[in-house]
């Protein structure tokens, strides 16, 4: 809820939010604390004994002039007082926290005790300058994880400064469009980036193997269309992960439980949840899938929730090299990607959206260009409208296509689910749509890890088929490392998930099923 409404524009607003299910049992509580900022909390009495059961934890209050109003979850709904919503129990984690936590802002170099190492917290305590939003809390007011937004993180990453950012270690332009070496757009390549989300099973395989990566499908150098695949863990079948890898295509990371609720990637998850999760579904794609851990180069965040610093951090020390997950705003002409060396090009404007804010040197952003569809703008296409026919969605493509092809010719991104290439006419229209763009000679469809081979090297398209990282020489696989075709079909124990898992792999099965801390199976 806004906290600056009117007492009849908050009640009208709760009416109306309850009619949707989400919030019932309006009523006047006399014995209830009142707590006026325009939010809604717990009983702050409430007994020690029912803080974790579902009826108190589903219950909540908003004081207005005075009058408290007590409020109710859809029965199966907990509410979660940070988010100020009712959501599932399995997304729902403070049910002991009365209020919101309002997390005072540091005095910085205002402080009396601050220098030129030292700034100060909201309680005047200075702490070292670089403890400030490296994400974790060093304060004990916490005002120093509280205020980290671009404007207003004391150790912020720079503007780009061209003239100490050279390829290939370092690549950034002063509004973030401009093309690599200034190279000019009519020898650029125009590369497509076709990027897939989720687990690799029987419901999307026959899409790949038979409907969209075929062998009449060729580059213009003659070598297969490539595309990048960020696996997630649950439902996924490795043997299939072990095949796209065979067949050159790049194997990301997109994390073990894809658990939500969004906001916990982006504002709750720690640098060892971040770690769990990702390094983890490394650990889970190399034992199971048999993926050299050295080919893991990105990773792209659950729901696009971009996680801060502490996502970069962790990726930094892991050594990965890019993120997929930032989304830019609408831009024609479109943004380049861009290293980390230096603030970012364009604000971050995407849902769950909170970028890092340091430098990250060498660390790439592999950004999403938002697409146009009319009056909508859509992150990724099952995020545009779903009554878009066939057509519509073909047409969607061609036009967003245009923007990047006859402009500057940054890397041209489709971003898809297996879920939104269900629909037969979406698929259909993908089709159509990557056959005619192969009619032309200066189109490739890339990984992201050959987009950033080309942008260290820019090579103009009259060299592109000598291109040595787009050649389509054959890796020599060892013969355990081959997709087989009668893998193992493991039902496997869980503790954690507390009943039975399937996974499909060419390698043993494992004791147990593999999770967060327990990558291998042996618990």
């Given amino acids: 809820m806004a906290r600056h409404l009117s007492r009849l524009q908050i009640v009208f ?5 309850g009619t949707e299910g989400k919030h019932v049992d309006k009523r006047s509580v006399e014995e209830i604390k009142c707590y006026e900022n325009g939010r809604f909390y717990r009983n702050p009495d409430r007994a020690d004994d029912v803080i974790w059961t579902s009826d108190e934890c589903s219950r909540y209050y908003l004081c207005l002039d005075g009058d408290v109003f007590d409020f109710q979850c859809t029965k199966g709904l907990l509410f979660d007082v940070d988010r100020q919503l009712c959501d599932k129990p399995q997304n729902v984690h403070n049910c002991e926290v009365t209020t919101e936590t309002v997390i005072p802002k540091p005095q910085l170099e205002s402080a009396f005790c601050a220098n030129e190492t030292h700034l100060g917290c909201a309680d005047d305590v200075c702490i070292p300058a670089e403890y400030f939003c490296d994400g974790s809390m060093d304060c004990d007011d916490a005002s120093d994880e509280g205020w980290c937004d671009v404007r207003s993180d004391p150790n912020a990453a720079a ?3 061209p003239g100490l950012c050279h390829l290939p270690e370092c690549f950034c332009t002063k509004d973030g469009k401009q093309t690599p070496n200034n190279l000019v757009a009519s020898q650029t390549p125009q590369m497509i980036t076709l990027t897939f989300d989720g687990a690799v099973n029987h419901e999307n395989w026959d899409i790949y193997s038979r409907n969209l990566f075929t062998a009449e499908r060729v580059n213009p150098n003659g070598c297969p269309i490539r595309a990048t695949f960020f696996v997630s863990h649950p439902y996924t079948n490795y043997r299939h992960v072990q095949r796209l890898w065979n067949n050159g295509h790049e194997i990301a990371v997109h994390s073990i439980t894809h658990r939500g609720p969004e906001e916990w990637w982006s504002k709750n998850a720690t640098v060892e949840d971040w770690f769990d999760e990702m390094v983890g579904q490394a650990n889970i794609i190399n034992r199971f899938g048999r993926v050299w851990m050295e080919d893991f180069r990105g990773l792209r965040v659950p729901y696009l929730s971009v996680g801060w610093n502490r996502q970069f951090l962790m990726m930094q020390e892991f050594g990965f090299v890019y993120d997929a997950t930032v989304v830019a705003p609408l831009a024609d002409p479109p943004f380049w990607p861009y290293t980390m060396d ?11 959206q909170y970028c890092p804010t340091r430098s990250y040197a060498g660390l790439w952003e592999m950004v999403i260009n938002p697409l146009v569809n009319g009056d909508h703008t859509c992150a990724t296409l099952e995020y545009c409208p779903s009554n878009l026919s066939g057509d519509d969605v073909y047409n969607v493509l061609i036009e967003n296509f245009k923007r990047h092809y006859l402009k ?3 890397p041209f991104g489709i971003h898809l689910n297996s879920t939104w290439l269900k629909n037969s006419d979406y698929l259909n229209a993908l089709k159509r749509f990557t056959d005619e763009l192969l009619k032309l000679p200066d189109v490739y469809f890339v990984t992201y890890s050959e987009v950033i081979d080309w942008i260290k090297r820019p090579t103009p398209v009259l060299q592109l088929k000598k291109f040595q990282p787009w050649q389509c020489n054959k890796r020599q696989f060892a013969e355990s490392e081959i997709a087989c075709s009668k893998p193992n079909t493991c039902k496997l124990p869980s503790k954690v998930l507390e009943h039975d898992k399937y996974m499909i792999t060419c390698m043993d099965c494992p004791k147990s099923y593999p999770w967060i801390r ?6």
Wanted: glycine share 8%.
């Fill in 518 to 523: 327990n990558e291998f199976g042996f618990e």
């Fill in 159 to 161: 503007p780009c400064d």
């Fill in 408 to 410: 500057n010719r940054a």
């Fill in 13 to 17: 607003t709760l009416v109306i939010i």
């Fill in 342 to 352: 230096y603030k970012m090009p364009h604000t971050c404007s995407g849902n769950n």
